[in-house]
């Protein structure tokens, strides 16, 4: 990345940043090796989405390791509503990725649960065509004439509909060599040159009566990189091995298939959840994959079988046309409609006035972030702030950028209520960017963002009145700023959000218009 002069724009911080700006650049460079920017990706729809996904695919994104993707670099649909007899009004929530489906089926379920978001058993209904609306309500089907594996074109490979009469195949002897072979047509075979893998049956599963393959039990029970409570650790790869994929329905078996259109021996075994294959020719991380089951079952419900998706209106849809400073863009909507937003629940340093240690880097993040990208915007209570500003948390990607914000430290916690959704998330991410001195809590000698949950006390009334050369606020204008009219927060204001300029300020400057602590307030244009 190109080198960029560190901005200190205040004289006691200049020597100070002198000194931290090498170790900034690097910072940087490992802040956006962790979370990388999606080039263009429709957003998650739910926090819960987002941890789940995060725990398993944001090490792959960020390239700390590599291994398939358990669900894909991001959702490929909006959030939906789907039928579902036993959920709260007769539907859940559920969005799609590559590699399966994300659904919630109660909200009203324990959030700390493995459980509580879902991935359903795509691959048990793609091969037995029995699409579930219940926990115990199905609508039959044809089987999905989709292939399992190897490019979607390839005429002999086999399809979810070829494993339909093996669903009650006898499971191989634990111990076996794996060397069984399948083609289209569902006819099994046996090529003892397979031998050569070195796969055998290795755990028999007697709630499906079939025999898991040794190279995908190691698969299920891996440890390695993962992403949770806001940080990378090492840990298992799932909270017990069946959960990503359900018990297996069929035995292993080896295919020939082609594979960017060369032709690979490819092992499959399907499960009720996913089907995940083996390719031996692979790098090693990547020998064991999921499949693309949430791709192929989304075109097999909503093209195939005709059913009509039902968006979950759980934000709108905008791209941002400019950034203002690090909390607050500039967005049209589809229908041509314009609007600032300002970000809830995040307060980056100021860059407008008194330029704030720390604010043009900010500023820069969600430019580089946001700066005509397609975001997604969530309302929480409050539809806008005094001055028309739209308050909203963003999505982009996968991301949540407002938590993004506070996480890398180009944010501090600014909590105004009642938009307090996100809050708990914001303050254990800023708690985890104080700990690793993430950005502005490593670079700034002093804070500039107060990084508290709720904005600062207005002071206690004094007893006697001010001076008669003073004139006397009005009951809405903040006595911090005795010359001008400015309310208090919320919401939490910047220079360019007022007409005013080098007016006097008094403490405690709850918008933080004098920086340097001189007396006046936004002091530059």
């Known amino acids: 990345m190109p080198v960029r002069t560190v901005p200190c724009p205040l004289p006691r911080y200049r020597i100070v940043c002198r000194a931290v700006a090498w170790s900034l650049i690097v910072a940087l460079v490992l802040l956006a090796a962790a979370f990388p920017i999606p080039v263009s990706a429709l957003p998650t729809g739910h926090d819960a989405f987002l941890d789940t996904w995060a725990r398993s695919d944001l090490p792959v994104a960020a390239g700390r390791v590599s291994r398939t993707w358990m669900w894909g670099p991001e959702p490929f649909t909006r959030p939906l509503r789907e039928p579902y007899a036993d959920a709260p009004g007769g539907t859940r929530l559920v969005q799609y990725f590559d590699k399966s ?295 982009v990607g996968p991301y949540l950028f407002n938590e993004l914000l506070v996480r890398q430290g180009y944010a501090g916690v600014a909590t105004y209520p009642p938009d307090v959704k996100y809050t708990w998330r914001f303050v254990e991410a800023e708690r985890a960017a104080r700990e690793e001195q993430a950005g502005l809590w490593g670079a700034c000698p002093v804070s500039p963002v107060g990084g508290g949950q709720e904005p600062a006390p207005a002071p206690q009334p004094t007893p006697s009145p001010p001076p008669a050369t003073t004139p006397t606020p009005a009951p809405n204008c903040d006595p911090s700023y005795p010359t001008v009219c400015i309310p208090p927060p919320p919401p939490d204001l910047d220079c360019a959000d007022i007409p005013y300029r080098r007016f006097p300020v008094l403490p405690p400057d709850p918008h933080r218009f004098d920086p340097d602590r001189d007396g006046i307030g936004c002091e530059s244009g």
Not at 106 to 116: E, F, I, K, Q, V
Request: hydrophobic share 35%; proline share 9%; with cysteine.
């Open 101 to 395: 489906r994300m659904e919630i089926t109660d909200p009203a379920l324990d959030r700390s649960s493995p459980w509580y978001v879902t991935n359903g058993l795509l691959a048990k209904e793609l091969i037995t065509g029995q699409l579930q609306l219940g926990d115990a309500t199905f609508e039959p089907h044809p089987p999905a004439q989709v292939n399992v594996a190897g490019d979607p074109d390839d005429p002999a490979a086999p399809t979810y509909a070829t494993f339909g009469p093996l669903l009650v195949t006898p499971p191989l002897p634990v111990g076996t060599l794996v060397t069984q072979t399948l083609d289209r047509s569902g006819t099994v075979g046996e090529d003892p040159a397979l031998a050569r893998y070195g796969v055998v049956a290795s755990v028999h599963v007697p709630e499906t009566n079939h025999t898991i393959a040794s190279v995908f039990w190691a698969f299920m029970n891996s440890r390695g990189p993962v992403y949770t409570s806001w940080r990378f650790r090492e840990d298992a790869l799932f909270p017990n091995p069946f959960y990503a994929t359900g018990f297996p329905i069929t035995e292993p078996y080896w295919t020939r298939v082609r594979v960017g259109g060369t032709p690979r021996d490819v092992l499959v075994q399907c499960f009720e959840r996913r089907c995940l294959t083996y390719t031996p020719d692979n790098p090693p991380g990547w020998q064991v994959e999921a499949g693309n089951v949430g791709q192929h079952y989304y075109r097999w419900r909503y093209e195939q079988l005709g059913q009509v998706p039902q968006d979950a209106a759980v934000y709108e849809l905008a791209t941002v046309t400019n950034v203002v400073d690090g909390d607050t863009i500039d967005v049209q909507f589809t229908d041509g409609r314009t609007a600032r937003v300002r970000l809830i629940g995040v307060d980056t340093p100021e860059v407008h006035g008194e330029i704030e240690c720390y604010g043009p880097t900010a500023s820069q993040f969600t430019a580089d972030w946001l700066n005509g990208k397609q975001v997604a915007l969530e309302r929480d209570v409050s539809e806008t702030d005094r001055y028309g500003r739209l308050l909203r948390y963003v999505w």
